[in-house]
């Protein structure tokens, strides 16, 4: 699942499906978000995000990504987590719209039990991954939770700094592109280039995933 990049991922997987070669794969295009917030926080990237600053400017976004032959939408309800200052919140009533419009799942950003409330009222199908941004999930939350047709665990994307820089990829592996490679290697040992606060996010944040899935 392509849960949230370049519409040039619709014609990857339609090469897939043509040729037999490849997996099968589920494109939902950019990221219905607003300026500012995840995963646009610091640089304006049109093929990674969709702005909606209204429910019918929303609705615009999802009629675009359904004419355009995505599987379904990917929304980042908010995004307390990733930066160390206030971020905006995508309004529940405009992902409610795009819901609306397109029929495919509506996988959903949401790193606090409330934005995943939120977001399965507006009419998310499921959560790109667990709590991560606050408590891990209580008994009232695992309801919330069971009410999503998936939630992606997306344990790898929460511990693969600490994995890098403790030794745990194999930097050998024939799989591995040459450019991911370079840059692996490149950053196992320079553990300087790392924010030092993203580092002890990403161990809390782990932490919390874990235990939410758990």
Request: proline share 9%; net charge negative; aromatic share 6%.
């Amino acid at each position: 699942v392509d849960a949230g990049g370049p519409l040039v991922g619709v014609a990857l997987r339609d090469r897939f499906d043509r040729t037999g070669v490849g997996p099968s794969l589920q494109v939902l295009g950019p990221m219905l978000t607003v300026p500012g917030s995840h995963p646009c926080e610091t640089v304006d990237d049109p093929t990674f995000c969709a702005y909606a600053e209204s429910p019918e400017a929303a609705a615009e976004v999802a009629q675009a990504h359904l004419t355009a032959g995505t599987d379904g939408l990917k929304a980042a309800l908010a995004d307390a987590a990733f930066s160390p200052w206030p971020t905006p919140r995508l309004d529940p009533a405009s992902l409610a719209a795009a819901a609306g419009v397109h029929p495919g799942p509506v996988v959903v950003h949401a790193d606090t039990v409330l934005d995943a409330v939120d977001a399965l009222d507006a009419g998310a199908t499921q959560l790109a991954h667990p709590v991560f941004g606050g408590p891990a999930l209580s008994d009232a939350a695992v309801d919330v939770a069971a009410r999503a047709d998936a939630v992606h665990t997306t344990i790898g994307a929460f511990s693969g700094t600490l994995d890098l820089l403790e030794g745990r990829l194999d930097l050998d592996a024939p799989e591995l592109p040459e450019a991911v490679r370079a840059n692996w290697t490149w950053l196992s040992t320079r553990p300087n280039a790392f924010d030092p606060d993203w580092l002890t996010e990403s161990v809390v944040w782990w932490s919390t995933a874990e235990t939410s899935v758990a």
